[in-house]
């Protein structure tokens, strides 16, 4: 050593050592580290498990054991960063606030773990990073989108070649910090398949009083996660395992408003696209007006991804006659001038029927966009007695359809239906565009509305809208997923909805400019309905009042 003929190899050891000396590390970490230094000291160089235990030890120096970040835990920092960053959720900054004070107040570390669960484009994964920004933390997302195997979250097992820990141990590495905010990303794609259960290899790492010693495969030793702050996104509930839903505490983020969407392109979309294809504010005028045309005409989403897409694409094309040298580029873009653009809108106005024929009722369901405004239809013809579903109707969808035919059959004195009323005609239900909805159940009450609506011969108003579920009994039951519902009703121009009594309290989180444009009515039976959901100009008015009296 002394004539400096040392073989790299020690050198390699010593700097390890040395690394090891400068570090405060736990105790195991350390007895660990320490054993695989004496292995590898006495291991040649060309041995297949050199560079095994050598990347080991790596990995173990490298981890944040002690090392952190100091919290800024300000609550007016914290609000005035988020007001920054998003417009609207409202509901979702409180929650947020909440949380940092909480976090201010007590100097442990334990802390719930947040789910943000809505549509596609509505901000979640931005929501961790402007946490991230606001607390002064580290930031790191994992996407879990078709993640089938435990390892991913666990780590592998030594023994395996090119085994590596799992994903929260790189990204801590990557952070080099012990107290990041981690966002979990789709949590609702993951699969399951013969290589494990992801799903559940999370439950450990989710779950506040038992992360404090998280045990990865490939580390073999127990590493305190209690200081990470784990936020998780997901876009439906059905794809999250029962157990690990339990550990999140859930915030829906739900589409916006057009108001909401409008000042959204205003503030952060349009003047980001203007930077990013080279052009400054005065080249490029879009008026309130267009941007609406922009929202209705080429894009149909519940958030605003493709808003942005479009807007970005007017300024590609304004960029254009920028770069083709001509003279003069009229910056103000005219809703024909956006034709030209963009070509004839993909998506025409919605606009709802002035009057329905008997037989036909509005419903509401919740879809990937937002919320849908469907048309329920029931035909009759003569037949044998027999009902055909058509619409692409689930199995969830079937049933609500059978329960509500089956609750008129039973009622059929109630609605002066003579006794073999169904044995000379067919009945039959079709529901255009129900394959774009996902919560069907709600759909219930429109049928019966719609079935009754043409036994009776009386129209449905054509301003009204229901929902709600139905039992063998008469009862109806609430649902899911009432505000993206409330939002298509409103962008259709309903001014009705007819919505169960159990749904009242979730009308809260509803903005108000929504619920001042709604008259909500609730209801708790359905000898309810029919006063409030047929045409009072209609030709039975009077046998309808009967029937709602006596069912």
């Known amino acids: 050593e002394e004539l400096g003929e040392s073989s790299d190899e ?26 695989q230094l004496k292995r590898l000291a006495s291991m040649p160089a060309q041995a297949s498990e050199y560079q095994v235990a050598r990347s080991y030890v790596e990995w173990i120096l490298d981890l944040p054991w002690q090392q952190s970040t100091p919290d800024h835990m300000d609550v007016q920092a914290i609000r005035r960063c988020l007001d920054e960053d998003h417009y609207g959720l409202e509901d979702v900054k409180k ?9 201010q107040l007590r100097k442990d570390n334990r802390s719930p773990i947040l789910l943000f669960i809505g549509p596609p484009g509505v901000g979640k994964t931005s929501l961790g990073k402007s946490i991230a920004r606001a607390m002064g933390r580290h930031y790191s997302r994992i996407a879990l989108g078709g993640v089938r195997d435990e390892a991913e979250i666990r780590g592998h097992r030594r023994t395996y070649v090119g085994a590596l820990p799992g994903r929260i141990i790189q990204a801590l590495k990557k952070t080099a910090s012990n107290n990041p905010v981690l966002v979990l990303d789709e949590i609702d794609k993951m699969g399951v398949d013969m290589r494990g259960d992801p799903g559940a290899a999370l439950l450990e790492v989710l779950d506040p009083a038992q992360n404090n010693s998280f045990v990865d495969h490939y580390l073999d030793l127990p590493f305190d996660l209690s200081k990470v702050t784990f936020l998780a996104t997901a876009n439906y509930w059905k794809g999250i395992p029962e157990a690990l839903a339990d550990r999140l505490e859930v915030i829906e983020v739900p589409g916006y408003t057009p108001q909401e969407k409008r000042e959204i392109a205003r503030r952060f979309l349009l003047p980001k696209q203007i930077r990013e294809n080279g ?51 009229d910056a103000v873009i005219t809703p024909e001038r956006l034709e030209a653009i963009k070509g004839a809108p993909r998506y025409r106005v919605e606009q709802r029927e002035k009057k329905l024929h008997p037989g036909v009722a509005l419903g509401l369901g919740a879809s990937d966009v937002g919320g849908e405004v469907l048309n329920v239809e029931v035909s009759k013809m003569p037949g044998k007695g027999n009902i055909r579903l058509t619409g692409s109707l689930g199995p969830v969808l079937e049933e609500a359809a059978n329960t509500a035919f089956t609750f008129v059959r039973s009622k059929s004195t109630a609605l002066h239906l003579e006794e073999d009323w169904l044995k000379n005609i067919d009945l039959h239900l079709h529901i255009p565009l129900a394959q774009a909805v996902y919560d069907f159940a709600g759909l219930g009450a429109s049928i ?37 519902m409330l939002f298509a009703a409103h962008r259709l121009g309903i001014k009705t909805v007819i919505l169960p009594s159990k749904n009242r309290p979730d009308i809260q989180e509803v903005p108000e400019e929504i619920l001042h444009a709604l008259d909500l009515k609730y209801i708790d039976r359905v000898d309810q309905i029919l006063p409030l959901l047929l045409d009072n100009n209609g030709p039975d008015e009077h046998s309808s009042n009967e029937t709602s009296a006596t069912l």
């Open 10 to 35: 020690d050198e390699e050891v010593e700097q390890l050592r040395e690394r090891l000396a400068l570090l405060n590390l736990p105790d195991e970490a350390r007895q660990a580290a320490r054993k």
């Open 95 to 103: 929650r947020i606030i909440e949380f940092a004070a909480v976090r």
């Open 279 to 329: 052009l400054t504010e005065s080249d490029v005028v879009i008026t309130d007006e267009v941007l609406d045309l922009i929202r209705e005409g080429y894009t149909r989403e519940a958030g605003v991804r493709g808003l942005e897409r479009e807007l970005g694409s007017v300024c590609r094309a304004v960029a254009v006659e920028h770069a083709q040298g001509e003279k003069k580029v």
């Open 448 to 484: 019966f509305g719609a079935l009754a609506s043409l036994l009776l011969n009386s129209p449905c108003r054509a301003d009204t809208a229901i929902v709600g579920e139905l039992t063998l009994r008469g009862r109806v039951l609430g649902v899911r997923n009432l505000k993206p």
